[in-house]
């Protein structure tokens, strides 16, 4: 599966700790690749992008939950929807997510393929009109959907409401209004679960590959990207 990136933490909700130890740490060589291999639990499939813990402390699985987004001054408090969706029809569902963002939006496109640097690598893309948009999306689906260090987030600030595909192939909406997502996710028999645990929340490693790497660079060109910062 190409370079391993591990990674330990949680996402929105609080209070989550991350392990003493890893349940990788003792591990040979052919047990980490057995279970690298394993993509599917139950119904759930993952794309190549991530993996959750040796010892399954989240087991993968389908829907969706309700959550919010604070700033850390506390002043700006935003509505999330979270989902997890399998690998058969995640794209598909992500793509049509992006309907109720309207006509024009901007483009956030994160990278932490340069394993030396801190954080991740941010580029921008400002008002690209969506049919351009989602032509250059299906013809990348292969590493947004396999990528473990590419994510993407598409966002209308007049609206506002944003929705990212991020590193671990979550969808994540944010936005006061949240309901043309959740009639979207339940159109495509996605489940509402407010006690879903995700597999950002416990230890887990992401994978990428250097074609991966170099489709990433491509698709940066095709969407016109500047430089970014790092954050």
Same mark, same amino acid.
Request: some cysteine; hydrophobic content about 35%.
């Given at each position: 599966?190409?370079?391993?990136?591990?990674?330990?933490?949680?996402?929105?909700?609080?209070?989550?700790?991350?392990?003493?130890?890893?349940?990788?740490?003792?591990?040979?060589?052919?047990?980490?690749?057995?279970?690298?291999?394993?993509?599917?639990?139950?119904?759930?499939?993952?794309?190549?992008?991530?993996?959750?813990?040796?010892?399954?402390?989240?087991?993968?699985?389908?829907?969706?939950?309700?959550?919010?987004?604070?700033?850390?001054? =506390?002043? *700006?408090? #935003?509505? @999330? !929807?979270? $989902?997890?969706?399998?690998? %058969?029809?995640? +794209? &598909?569902?992500?793509?049509? /997510?992006?309907?109720?963002?309207?006509?024009?939006?901007?483009?956030?496109?994160?990278?932490?393929?340069?394993?030396?640097?801190?954080?991740?690598?941010?580029?921008?893309?400002?008002?690209?009109?969506?049919?351009?948009?989602?032509?250059?999306?299906?013809?990348?689906?292969?590493?947004?959907?396999?990528? =473990?260090? *590419?994510? #993407?987030? @598409? !966002?209308? $600030?007049?609206?506002?409401? %944003?929705?990212? +595909? &991020?590193?671990?192939?979550? /969808?994540?909406?944010?936005?006061?209004?949240?309901?043309?997502?959740?009639?979207?996710?339940?159109?495509?028999?996605?489940?509402?679960?407010?006690?879903?645990?995700?597999?950002?929340?416990?230890?887990?490693?992401?994978?990428?590959?250097?074609?991966?790497?170099?489709?990433?660079?491509?698709?940066?060109?095709?969407?016109?990207?500047?430089?970014?910062?790092?954050?």
């Amino acid at each position: 599966m190409g370079f391993l990136k591990k990674f330990i933490g949680s996402v929105l909700r609080e209070g989550s700790q991350a392990p003493s130890r890893s349940s990788f740490e003792h591990l040979s060589e052919e047990e980490l690749e057995a279970h690298l291999r394993i993509a599917k639990y139950g119904n759930f499939t993952l794309t190549d992008a991530v993996r959750p813990s040796y010892d399954l402390q989240v087991v993968p699985c389908e829907g969706f939950r309700h959550d919010v987004y604070r700033s850390d001054n =506390g002043q *700006t408090v #935003i509505p @999330v !929807l979270m $989902a997890s969706v399998s690998k %058969e029809k995640l +794209f &598909d569902t992500f793509i049509e /997510l992006l309907d109720p963002l309207g006509e024009e939006v901007d483009v956030v496109l994160e990278t932490s393929h340069h394993r030396d640097r801190p954080g991740h690598h941010d580029l921008y893309r400002e008002h690209i009109d969506m049919p351009v948009l989602k032509s250059i999306l299906w013809e990348f689906e292969d590493v947004l959907l396999n990528d =473990g260090c *590419t994510g #993407i987030a @598409v !966002l209308n $600030a007049d609206i506002p409401l %944003e929705v990212q +595909f &991020d590193e671990h192939k979550l /969808l994540i909406c944010y936005g006061s209004d949240l309901r043309p997502f959740e009639r979207i996710l339940k159109s495509h028999g996605i489940p509402n679960n407010e006690q879903i645990r995700f597999i950002t929340e416990a230890e887990h490693v992401h994978s990428s590959t250097e074609h991966y790497s170099r489709r990433f660079e491509e698709l940066k060109t095709y969407l016109g990207m500047d430089e970014g910062c790092y954050v």
